[in-house]
């Protein structure tokens, strides 16, 4: 008996079961005052017989293989029996059903239980992810000394096979990856920070309400688009016009390098920091502005030595934000970057970063046994940990700067 | 101190870095469209060649069986070769030949294959037929290879555009709406390949992120919002959780689908499946957050006047602050969504990118999705590839701009609500 088959009758039943006592309880209301209305008499047959017998048929599926395996292969007993729980339990309550008995209450337990255990996903979730970086990484670091793969200088994960192959040594050292991520994500900064930063000032302090409206919709599409088409525009129109104009200037730079991507990430963050800064520069309070042109400063006096200083934690962290943004972004560096390890702070040089190696380790053949393919979970830990603390840092901060005018 | 007047040249000074900023942006936005719809749009047809084809009973059929399944196994390929020498019977020698069969895709023999396979009575007759042009043909008419370049520097040759010439002079070739790119899956042949495949896994993917992580999404908030005590260490835990998993990069969650999903519960590999429930995780805090900002705008009067009437709290909460709230936790499903329908990264570290040619028939079927596409097509050199890059990033964009545009809508209808 398919699985799809049971939970279908299920269902049914418990449709039929809610018209059911939907009936009982109305047929009592005709004569006395019930506690609760009948829908709720209805829906608690529906819902506990359900959830008792789907708990039924969980945990026969858990433990069939344990304690009863020759009845494992009969499927059909398990949809008798699921019936028969089910048919009990609704029979029960049932039963149950007269002028005093408080239905509501129990359906409306139910509904808090069911709401507090989808909030919890998002804990199981994170559980998820620290287990499944964590036990890998582990199983790295068994293979790899954990000194050698935060301070090595050399990165070149492809194992040799034979004894005297040329070019693949093996090495994890992360450094060279560490320091082209932090290159590219300050070339990103040194685009979007200022940028960003400008055009949250005029917007907030400048702009009448007309352009504002206008304006701040067309920034924020750069928010929407998608990471691959920036990627996209990098290879097509970035990086060659950055190519032609350095041998213009007589310089030869790799058609991927540091700087396309940086640049382009750039472009990507922009709304990013213009609507943080934004938030945070309307939330410095209005008599501060108004003391400083009371006093006969212009506006950009004001702006420049009140709101910003007032405003300057806020900023921080919304910069803040806006680095682990960069640092943990895929696609533009993996198509605009390269793949190359080098250790440099050239950005006309291709550079590569912690997400691009942990795709390019991934993406292909897989044997959980090499030392290879853990090492993406090695970088996936150092990620994790990266933006955890950036984004812990920036959000308290924030909050701290939040208070403070509150 | 400075006098007025410069305090005031720089008072402009400093207005002039702003707007200077803001016409920065967009104009790398503008850029950013330009470039992607210049490249992109000549995608949108194809080149089509008139076949002058003889549907020969002795290459087909010798033994006048009409039985599909021996005719299946007949020389299709030969038949089309002997149509283009219909065409051009002046050409001779085997190397010049080679060559003019290249002016056709090699689909021709495929789509000649299925006219017989409908129509077994065309056997013995001569039809005309459009058959897809090659890659190289396709990108010459459509203007992407320069004519008058030196013959060595472009990929068609003196005699190709000969050939060319002729045909467009006899108006047996033309450029038709490209149905190849919305009907077929991958194909190492530009001209034949289409993104149907990333079309049918964007939408799996996103249909099994929908079912997943709306109704956990939308009870989170509305446990945490609601229902869940004040000061209690484990809800702030909860919290703090979905904060910092908004700001997990996405790459991680490609690894936690690996690990888990992959490894641990060894569910298929590349399958939209596993795409969507690792963009759920993603996409969850991403509802979470603005669904209880919705549920917090709610004007603490609706929820008191149900109370104050008798209701109780389960009651006021899902038939009276649910209900306004709904389009602005809409709006937030909506945005979340899209930027899930965006997120390539951690696809491709779940095997979602491979060339994938067969339509995927369900959700464990071996799919790509659009984004995906375009990392894939990204990657190639040739210009047919590029060309159709830049056309899947329009498609993608569109279903973006409908899906955001539906988001504002159902945002202004919130604020009405609430006001």
């Known amino acids: 008996m398919n699985m799809t088959v049971i939970l279908i009758t299920l269902v049914l039943l418990a449709a039929s079961s809610y018209y059911v006592g939907l009936k009982k309880s109305v047929s009592i209301q005709k004569s006395e005052k019930l506690h609760s209305a009948p829908i709720y008499h209805g829906s608690l047959i529906a819902i506990y017989s359900l959830i008792v017998s789907l708990l039924f048929i969980s945990m026969w599926r858990l433990f069939e293989n344990y304690l009863y395996p020759e009845f494992s292969l009969s499927k059909n007993l398990i949809f008798f029996l699921s019936l028969l729980v089910f048919l009990i339990t609704a029979l029960i309550v049932f039963l149950k059903i007269e002028k005093n008995f408080r239905a509501r209450e129990k359906v409306e337990n139910i509904i808090e239980i069911f709401l507090l255990i989808c909030s919890t996903v998002a804990i199981l979730i994170t559980i998820g992810i620290l287990l499944s970086v964590i036990f890998e990484a582990t199983r790295f670091f068994s293979m790899v000394p954990i000194t050698d793969f935060l301070f090595g200088t050399h990165w070149s994960p492809q194992i040799p096979i034979r004894e005297d192959q040329v070019g693949s040594s093996g090495a994890f050292g992360a450094i060279p990856l560490f320091t082209g991520t932090f290159l590219i994500a300050f070339i990103a900064m040194i685009i979007a920070g200022p940028i960003g930063l400008m055009s949250a000032i005029y917007m907030s302090e400048y702009a009448t309400k007309k352009t504002r409206d206008i304006i701040k919709p067309l920034t924020e599409i750069l928010a929407g688009i998608p990471t691959v088409v920036y990627g996209f525009f990098a290879v097509i129109v970035v990086a060659p016009f950055i190519r032609s104009s350095g041998e213009y200037f007589g310089l030869n730079i790799a058609s991927e390098s540091a700087l396309a991507a940086g640049l382009v990430m750039g472009i990507m963050i922009i709304p990013f920091v213009s609507s943080i800064s934004d938030d945070v520069i309307n939330a410095v309070p209005q008599n501060l502005k108004d003391g400083s042109l009371g006093v006969g400063a212009t506006k950009s006096e004001t702006i420049v030595k009140v709101i910003i200083p007032a405003a300057l934690p806020g900023i921080i962290g919304g910069l803040l934000l806006a680095i682990s943004r960069a640092i943990g972004e895929t696609m533009i560096v993996v198509m605009a970057a390269g793949m190359s390890a080098n250790l440099t702070a050239n950005p006309l040089e291709a550079v590569t970063t912690v997400t691009v190696q942990i795709l390019v380790l991934l993406v292909g053949d897989q044997e959980f046994d090499s030392p290879k393919t853990l090492a993406a979970f090695a970088l996936g830990l150092v990620l994790f940990f990266m933006t955890l603390i950036l984004n812990y840092v920036a959000l308290n901060i924030v909050r701290k700067y939040r208070e403070q005018y509150e | ?419």
Not at chain 2, 1 to 28: D, H
Not at chain 2, 287 to 292: L, M, N, Q
Not at chain 2, 364 to 383: N, S
């Open chain 2, 1 to 419: 101190m400075n006098n007025l007047k410069s305090r005031i040249a720089k008072e402009k000074r400093f207005k002039a870095y702003g707007i200077i900023s803001i016409t920065t942006a967009l104009t790398l936005l503008t850029i950013l469209f330009i470039s992607i719809f210049s490249q992109g749009y000549t995608a949108f047809q194809e080149t089509r060649i008139q076949l002058p084809v003889y549907f020969d009973q002795e290459i087909l059929d010798p033994n006048k069986t009409n039985d599909w399944n021996k005719i299946k196994k007949a020389n299709f390929n030969g038949l089309v070769k002997q149509s283009i020498r219909n065409l051009f019977p002046e050409v001779s020698g085997r190397s010049n030949k080679r060559k003019l069969y290249k002016i056709i895709s090699s689909s021709a023999e495929y789509q000649i294959r299925n006219i017989v396979n409908n129509d077994l009575s065309i056997i013995g007759s001569k039809q005309n037929i459009w058959v897809l042009a090659d890659d190289d043909v396709d990108m010459l008419i459509k203007g992407n290879i320069n004519r008058n370049l030196p013959e060595n520097e472009r990929r068609i040759d003196d005699q190709e555009l000969m050939w060319i010439e002729y045909l467009e002079s006899e108006n047996l070739i033309k450029k038709v709406f490209n149905k190849t790119l919305f009907t077929s899956g991958d194909s190492s042949e530009s001209e034949q390949s289409g993104i149907l495949v990333a079309l049918l896994g964007s939408l799996y993917a996103l249909l099994i992120t929908l079912v997943l992580s709306f109704p956990i999404g939308i009870a989170t908030a509305v446990y945490l919002e609601e229902f869940a005590p004040k000061d209690n260490k484990f809800v702030d835990f909860i919290e703090v959780n979905i904060n910092n998993l908004a700001a997990v990069p996405s790459i991680i969650f490609g690894l936690l689908g690996l690990a888990i999903f992959l490894n641990f519960f060894e569910m298929p590999r590349s399958a939209p499946l596993v795409g969507g429930m690792v963009l759920s995780l993603m996409t969850l805090p991403r509802i979470i957050i603005p669904a209880r900002a919705a549920l917090k705008s709610v004007p603490p009067s609706i929820r008191e006047g149900a109370l104050g009437l008798g209701a109780s709290n389960v009651q006021a909460v899902f038939n009276h602050v649910l209900p306004i709230a709904t389009p602005g936790m809409l709006t937030g499903t909506i945005i979340g969504m899209a930027q899930a329908l965006g997120e390539s990264a951690p696809l491709l570290i779940i095997g979602m990118v491979a060339f994938i040619v067969d339509i995927p028939q369900g959700f464990t079927d071996p799919a790509t999705t659009l984004p995906v596409q375009i990392f894939l097509w990204a990657d190639t050199p040739e210009r047919g590839f590029v060309e159709r890059t830049a056309a899947v990033i329009m498609v993608l964009l569109i279903f973006l701009v409908l899906m955001n545009s539906l988001a504002i809508y159902l945002r202004k209808k919130f604020e009405k609500n609430i006001t």
